[in-house]
């Protein structure tokens, strides 16, 4: 009975009859089928035209490399190793960094050597938290900052010199209710005084006219504040830089 080289199957013997070579036909059908197990026709079509040499063959001989592990290089488009080391490679750092926990609003710092902390993030215009552990945005330093100076009451600032003459009479007082110091410029003649006072009734003189020829009362009122022109002529020129 003669076989087969490899496999060993059972070679049709010439003149048997037609029963036993078809019982050695479907002996080696079936065993071609289970070495094949289940590969394809588009499997097989894979290996059309490869030119992998014995050699190359020979180097997945005895491989434990499962196919889904073979599937992890898939698309791969240059050597390994070389991507690898291009990489950048795992440090005391990194991993400090890597402990940090996420959260929206944070911003990482050094605390020291590869150790690391979290300060949070805020848009707050008014800076009303008062943390000690946040960071502003610029848009909110500048809000805060703009209605600070805002607040601030600068004579002169926003201000604008008004002729208030018709609306003030020698002898009365006024209170100044503009939110800022204002600064009053009086020319008239005849012996007179400026005054100021912060309650409309215990009164500081701050200056004096008198004599033949106009004579300048100046002085700065403060908010809220009165003042009022004691003496001198009902003929009066009175600017108010308000």
């Given at each position: 009975?003669?076989?087969?080289?490899?496999?060993?199957?059972?070679?049709?013997?010439?003149?048997?009859?037609?029963?036993?070579?078809?019982?050695?036909?479907?002996?080696?059908?079936?065993?071609?089928?289970?070495?094949?197990?289940?590969?394809?026709?588009?499997?097989?079509?894979?290996?059309?035209g490869a030119t992998l040499t014995?050699?190359?063959?020979?180097?997945?001989?005895?491989?434990?490399?499962?196919?889904?592990?073979?599937?992890?290089?898939?698309?791969?488009?240059?050597?390994?190793?070389?991507?690898?080391?291009?990489?950048?490679?795992?440090?005391?750092?990194?991993?400090?960094?890597?402990?940090?926990?996420?959260?929206?609003?944070?911003?990482?710092?050094?605390?020291?050597?590869?150790?690391?902390?979290?300060?949070?993030?805020?848009?707050?215009?008014?800076?009303?938290?008062?943390?000690?552990?946040?960071?502003?945005?610029?848009?909110?330093?500048?809000?805060?900052?703009?209605?600070?100076?805002?607040?601030?009451?600068?004579?002169?600032?926003?201000?604008?010199?008004?002729?208030?003459?018709?609306?003030?009479?020698?002898?009365?007082?006024?209170?100044?209710?503009?939110?800022?110091?204002?600064?009053?410029?009086?020319?008239?003649?005849?012996?007179?005084?400026?005054?100021?006072?912060?309650?409309?009734?215990?009164?500081?003189?701050?200056?004096?006219?008198?004599?033949?020829?106009?004579?300048?009362?100046?002085?700065?009122?403060?908010?809220?504040?009165?003042?009022?022109?004691?003496?001198?002529?009902?003929?009066?020129?009175?600017?108010?830089?308000?």
């Amino acid at each position: 009975m003669a076989t087969t080289t490899n496999q060993g199957w059972t070679l049709p013997t010439v003149g048997a009859s037609e029963d036993a070579w078809g019982d050695d036909l479907n002996a080696n059908w079936t065993a071609l089928d289970t070495l094949l197990g289940g590969t394809n026709a588009t499997e097989f079509a894979i290996l059309d035209g490869a030119t992998l040499t014995t050699a190359e063959l020979n180097k997945l001989a005895g491989l434990a490399t499962t196919a889904a592990e073979l599937g992890y290089v898939n698309g791969v488009t240059s050597a390994i190793q070389t991507q690898i080391d291009a990489k950048q490679p795992l440090d005391a750092t990194l991993t400090a960094l890597a402990a940090l926990a996420t959260g929206a609003s944070k911003i990482p710092y050094s605390t020291g050597t590869d150790t690391f902390g979290q300060l949070d993030f805020k848009d707050e215009d008014t800076m009303s938290s008062d943390s000690a552990t946040a960071v502003p945005s610029q848009q909110s330093v500048k809000a805060y900052v703009d209605a600070a100076i805002a607040a601030i009451a600068v004579p002169g600032v926003g201000q604008t010199r008004t002729d208030v003459s018709g609306s003030r009479t020698i002898g009365v007082s006024y209170q100044n209710t503009t939110g800022k110091p204002i600064f009053v410029n009086i020319l008239t003649t005849g012996l007179g005084y400026f005054e100021t006072s912060a309650n409309g009734s215990t009164w500081t003189r701050l200056a004096q006219t008198g004599g033949n020829y106009d004579r300048q009362a100046a002085s700065l009122v403060m908010n809220n504040e009165y003042y009022r022109m004691n003496g001198g002529t009902s003929s009066i020129y009175w600017v108010e830089l308000r």
